[in-house]
């Protein structure tokens, strides 16, 4: 039987498709909508603010006087020259670097008890663990008052036993040692808090290197006749490298550019000596309001953090393509 | 002399005997296989030697030396693991230093006992790659390197050759024997593989459910099976076993011939055989059937090789025979051998 032209052609319009009915399978398609909100992301959070503070820094804008009047570098040359700048880039560094070095060397020790068989493992492991899952500015709290200049029970335990607040004990005459209100103890206060607070994650990340290790090449070392010290150091710790400096890429990171524990414990203090840059940044350019200061201070933190950000793209490739 | 000594030896994990009661002794020199199917606890019992698994019961003497509770690096001790456990990030060079260096010992000699130890292997070409850079085959060759610049009282291989490819095992086995006679290290070898076992060993301890069933030449362990398993385990296809006269008997596929091959004067037993299925391998004939009578349920194999052209055809019933000294009698209850029994 002959169908007619206007037949063919409704049979034809019912098996042609929408243009949207197989949109979803459509990779390019969903490869950008799936994207999208990374990408939105990162422009509105990111980008956007890292263009603004290029742009303030070079301008003369305060809070109150919203025009940007390009001055050249002059910000960055006023910052520079004052003592409080210097002291922050000089404390940002020494924070950054001491705290990671004793992080790198308290994690390997902690790494490798978790990773032994014990009684009560998983509640020590989440014990360890807590610090990290604390909100750092209330963690700090818990350590402002552990640092208290009368209320310290670390002086109580020093007085306890005798080491504080007698004539000729060692930590001297006085019943308090005043962590924060001396230059040298509130330094290594804002340390100790910045292990304390970076000490899990790198220790977790550390274990989970160690336990991926084949078991077979500890056998084979000890078999090999090495003691625990030369397996550690010439096994272990090669192996779980790229992954320790990962844990220790991101712990620069953190430390680096944290303010809250400086700004809970100290606000800077005594006088600017635990200064350290997002701090001063901040208090320049929301504080003070004089945001092109605060955007100069903030960008000195670019170079290093842009540094350590290659350095950890690189080593991540470098253990994907073993 | 025994170089190592393994007396009443168990080792428990929690309620799994892996290894129980295990008694050996290795003379110097010797290759020693233990050989047993997966989880009988021979590579517990390979650990324990080594110092890396803490026995719960027993003694281990290596040079005489009670090494019981002694930690690895204490026992003279070299070990190769099936994964060959190539340090990856270290040289080939520093793969094979690495038990010299454990042991303090100078430069100097260190960087001799490595060339020896390389140009015994032939790999003194690979020194300076990595352990990714190479074939199963070099690091096989590597590990082994490495387990003998130590110079150890006796050498330990945990199925050395399984990760290797058939046509490589072969040769690597070969070359195994050779360098093991050749330098007179006592060694002990560990495998599933009964084809390694009966090529390498000088002695085989065949070993099931954490004990050693049976321990010989291979010979001993082929023709004179000491119980049902080590009859079973040994041997493609496994011995045929069927029960008569409350006792089991058992014969070798390629002792169960028809008639006419065997000469005259051959003392035989003969069993009415029902062919069921005739397989040619080439060089061989597989035949299955049942033994009229006794065993209905067993089947049975006939392994003819291809110079026997005797026509044999399925569902036809032949009289097969077996010679008398290749009949096997064990005890149907223990599974143990016993004294051959009349049949009639």
């Known amino acids: 039987m002959q169908k007619s032209a206007a037949e063919e052609t409704a049979v034809y319009r019912a098996t042609t498709h929408s243009k949207t009915q197989f949109l979803f399978d459509n990779e390019r398609f969903l490869g950008t909508i799936f994207l999208a909100p990374a990408v939105i992301y990162i422009i509105a959070l990111v980008g956007i603010p890292f263009i603004m503070a290029i742009t303030f820094s070079v301008t003369d804008v305060t809070v109150g006087d919203t025009s940007l009047d390009f001055v050249g570098l002059q910000n960055f040359r006023r910052i520079i020259q004052t003592p409080q700048f210097q002291r922050a880039l000089k404390d940002t560094f020494l924070f950054t670097i001491v705290a990671q070095i004793f992080v790198a060397i308290l994690a390997n020790i902690l790494a490798v008890i978790l990773a032994q068989e014990f009684r009560g493992k998983w509640i020590a492991r989440m014990l360890i663990m807590l610090p990290w899952a604390t909100p750092i500015s209330l963690g700090t709290i818990g350590w402002l008052w552990i640092f208290d200049s009368k209320f310290s029970p670390i002086d109580w335990i020093l007085q306890y036993f005798g080491l504080l607040g007698t004539p000729d004990a060692i930590f001297g005459a006085s019943k308090h040692l005043n962590f924060l209100g001396r230059e040298e103890l509130a330094m290594a206060s804002v340390i100790l808090v910045h292990i304390w607070r970076m000490l899990p994650l790198a220790a977790v990340i550390l274990l989970a290197g160690l336990t991926s290790i084949d078991s077979d090449l500890i056998d084979q070392a000890q078999v090999d006749g090495a003691s625990f010290w030369r397996i550690h150091f010439q096994i272990r710790l090669p192996l779980i490298f790229p992954i320790m400096s990962i844990a220790l890429l991101f712990g620069l990171i953190f430390t680096f550019s944290d303010m809250v524990v400086a700004f809970v414990l100290t606000r800077g203090g005594p006088v600017y000596y635990t200064q350290v840059l997002p701090l001063w940044a901040w208090f320049k350019g929301i504080d003070g309001g004089s945001l092109s200061e605060g955007a100069a201070i903030a960008l000195f933190l670019f170079p290093l953090l842009l540094v350590v950000a290659i350095l950890m793209l690189r080593v991540a490739r470098r253990s994907e393509v073993r | 002399m025994a170089v190592v000594e393994v007396k009443g030896l168990k080792k428990h994990f929690g309620n799994v005997k892996a290894v129980n009661g295990v008694d050996l002794s290795i003379q110097k020199g010797e290759l020693l296989v233990i050989l047993g199917p997966s989880g009988c606890g021979k590579t517990t019992l390979m650990r324990m030697i080594a110092g890396l698994e803490r026995p719960t019961a027993g003694d281990i003497l290596i040079g005489d030396q009670v090494v019981t509770h002694l930690p690895p690096r204490a026992r003279k001790i070299a070990m190769v693991f099936q994964s060959y456990a190539l340090y990856p990030h270290m040289s080939i060079f520093d793969n094979i230093a690495f038990p010299l260096k454990a042991r303090r010992e100078p430069k100097d000699a260190i960087r001799q006992k490595v060339e020896w130890?390389?140009?015994?292997?032939?790999?003194?070409?690979?020194?300076?790659?990595?352990?990714?850079?190479?074939?199963?085959?070099?690091?096989?060759?590597?590990?082994?390197?490495?387990?003998?610049?130590?110079?150890?009282?006796?050498?330990?291989?945990?199925?050395?050759?399984?990760?290797?490819?058939?046509?490589?095992?072969?040769?690597?086995?070969?070359?195994?024997?050779?360098?093991?006679?050749?330098?007179?290290?006592?060694?002990?070898?560990?495998?599933?593989?009964?084809?390694?076992?009966?090529?390498?060993?000088?002695?085989?301890?065949?070993?099931?459910?954490?004990?050693?069933?049976?321990?010989?030449?291979?010979?001993?362990?082929?023709?004179?099976?000491?119980?049902?398993?080590?009859a079973t385990f040994l041997g493609s296809p496994p011995m045929n076993l069927f029960e008569r006269n409350d006792c089991l008997v058992g014969f070798r596929p390629e002792n169960f011939l028809p008639p006419g091959v065997l000469q005259p004067e051959d003392k035989v037993t003969a069993f009415?055989?029902?062919?069921?299925?005739?397989?040619?391998?080439?060089?061989?004939?597989?035949?299955?059937?049942?033994?009229?009578?006794?065993?209905?349920?067993?089947?049975?194999?006939?392994?003819?090789?291809?110079?026997?052209?005797?026509?044999?055809?399925?569902?036809?019933?032949?009289?097969?025979?077996?010679?008398?000294?290749?009949l096997k009698f064990f005890d149907k209850n223990t599974g143990k051998r016993i004294e051959p029994q009349p049949l009639d």
């Open chain 2, 117 to 230: 130890a390389s140009s015994i292997l032939g790999i003194q070409h690979l020194l300076d790659r990595k352990p990714r850079q190479l074939s199963g085959g070099e690091r096989q060759r590597v590990a082994l390197a490495r387990a003998l610049v130590k110079e150890p009282d006796v050498m330990l291989l945990d199925e050395p050759l399984s990760n290797l490819d058939a046509k490589l095992r072969a040769s690597a086995r070969d070359e195994l024997q050779r360098f093991q006679r050749q330098l007179g290290i006592t060694t002990i070898f560990v495998t599933h593989d009964q084809i390694e076992a009966m090529g390498l060993g000088d002695r085989i301890a065949v070993m099931y459910a954490g004990q050693v069933r049976q321990i010989g030449t291979p010979q001993e362990i082929y023709h004179e099976p000491a119980d049902t398993f080590v």
């Open chain 2, 272 to 326: 009415p055989f029902h062919v069921g299925r005739v397989e040619y391998l080439g060089s061989d004939r597989l035949i299955y059937g049942t033994i009229e009578g006794a065993a209905e349920q067993n089947k049975t194999i006939s392994k003819l090789p291809s110079t026997i052209t005797v026509d044999i055809e399925p569902d036809k019933v032949y009289e097969f025979v077996v010679q008398a000294k290749d």
